[in-house]
């Protein structure tokens, strides 16, 4: 079938963390029933035969230790034409890949590292800080699961992971 179960939790595209809660055949198609834990009343119904571009399994340790990596590396970028920003976030947020979440995740980190919104070198609208703040959750909830650490202490937790790579 697809690899997944009842009672996964996988990441979702766009919702990030969730659980499959039951499997539905509807019109004589088989779909898994997603529920968003950050919303436990919104459910999504997901193909089970395309359920591989629209959900993932949780990483591994040894995967996100690459992520985290790969995280490392990232250099502080921001586009100062807020138009173009807005929209490069958005397409990063919307393609569901962990790589682009990380990226966001950390240019997070950077703006906050320079003052946050009393820095002097980037102003960052509300909207901008809405799709870092989005990303920067997904990432931490999925981490939080891998790690095995509670969600309050992900943050720290993951920095200090990120030196000691």
Not at 71 to 84: L, V
Request: proline letters at 2%; glycine letters at 6%; a neutral charge.
């Amino acid at each position: 079938m697809s690899g997944f179960n009842v009672n996964d939790e996988v990441i979702h595209c766009r919702e990030g963390l969730s659980t499959i809660i039951d499997i539905k055949t509807m019109n004589g198609k088989d779909y898994f029933l997603v529920q968003v834990n950050r919303i436990s009343s919104e459910t999504f119904y997901v193909p089970v035969d395309s359920a591989g571009s629209i959900i993932r399994k949780i990483m591994s340790i040894k995967q996100a230790d690459e992520l985290l990596d790969y995280i490392k590396k990232i250099g502080k970028e921001f586009n100062t034409n807020t138009k173009q920003r807005r929209d490069a976030y958005k397409k990063r947020l919307s393609s569901g890949n962990v790589k682009d979440i990380a990226y966001l995740y950390r240019q997070l980190y950077f703006y906050n590292q320079i003052g946050g919104e009393q820095n002097t070198e980037i102003k960052l609208g509300p909207v901008d800080l809405d799709i870092l703040n989005y990303a920067t959750n997904m990432l931490l909830d999925e981490l939080t699961i891998t790690y095995n650490q509670p969600r309050e202490a992900i943050a720290n937790f993951v920095e200090q992971r990120i030196a000691s790579l």
